[in-house]
């Protein structure tokens, strides 16, 4: 499966984005979608995922905020955005994986499949 981010960009504080992510070789009806974000200097982290069932779940830092999504028609899935915050500045990174332990979802060493990251730049 090969992995293609976009949607990022910059945009001033209060401002939305929708990053999408784009799957190509394979359907991603049975994985684990997430993102998951690296700020210059820090380490990756996670930002959302959904389960196969459609269950999401989000960092405390953008719960509220956004809204993870899947559309299997377009094989694509899908980070909202809202209200962004100059915190939330880093590149944006999708992931997908099949079969990761569902207790450890939120680390980034689960998912073998990565897309390349976007930028999201938020300016005050």
């Known amino acids: 499966v090969q992995l293609q981010a976009s949607g990022g960009g910059t945009v001033q504080v209060g401002g939305s984005l929708r990053l999408s992510c784009a799957a190509s070789?394979?359907?991603?009806?049975?994985?684990?979608k997430a993102w998951f974000r690296q700020a210059p200097g820090k380490e990756r982290e996670f930002v959302a995922v959904?389960?196969?069932?459609?269950?999401?779940d989000y960092a405390e830092s953008v719960r509220g905020r956004s809204t993870i999504s899947k559309d299997n028609a377009k094989n694509t899935f899908y980070l909202q955005m809202n209200n962004l915050k100059p915190e939330d500045t880093a590149v944006y990174y999708c992931a997908v994986d099949r079969t990761l332990i569902l207790s450890s979802k939120r680390s980034p060493d689960q998912y073998d499949y990565w897309g390349e990251g976007t930028q999201v730049t938020v300016s005050s």
């Open positions: 070789g394979g359907t991603l009806s049975g994985y684990y």
């Open positions: 959904i389960t196969k069932s459609g269950v999401a």
